[in-house]
Nanobody
Framework: QLQLVESGGGLVQPGGSLRLSCAASGFTLGYYAIGWFRQAPGKGREGVSCISRSGSTTRYADSVKGRFTISRDNAKNTVYLQMNSLKPEDTAVYYC????????????????WGQGTQVTVSS
């Protein structure tokens, strides 16, 4: 069974940091581009970042550039999202997703999704 599990969310003060993890089971993560998405209450889903299969290509939403860093460890079947200088507007449920069939890093076409992890930025 193909499964993605996010972890690392929580409550953090503005300016703080969190590292999200996305662990895969039942398939080899190295064959997939991985994206991080988020959805805040009352808003649509937003693409935050993605990383290609090899890790050579990454993309970031303008709202997180310079603050978030995506990385992957294919040996551990895990992708990470390091989030620094967090702002209240980063509050959302964060999802990771896997996309087969590409060597790059699009923000659509993702076929496997995790259950999400809550990130709350508040003082």
């Amino acid at each position: 069974q193909l499964q993605l599990v996010e972890s690392g969310g929580g409550l953090v003060q503005p300016g703080g940091s969190l590292r999200l993890s996305c662990a895969a089971s039942g398939f080899t993560l190295g064959y997939y581009a991985i994206g991080w998405f988020r959805q805040a209450p009352g808003k649509g889903r937003e693409g935050v970042s993605c990383i290609s299969r090899s890790g050579s290509t990454t993309r970031y939403a303008d709202s997180v550039k310079g603050r978030f860093t995506i990385s992957r460890d294919n040996a551990k079947n895990t992708v990470y999202l390091q989030m620094n200088s967090l702002k209240p507007e980063d509050t959302a449920v964060y999802y990771c997703a896997a996309r087969p069939g590409t060597l790059t890093c699009p923000l659509d076409g993702y076929t496997h999704w995790g259950q999400g992890t809550q990130v709350t930025v508040s003082s």
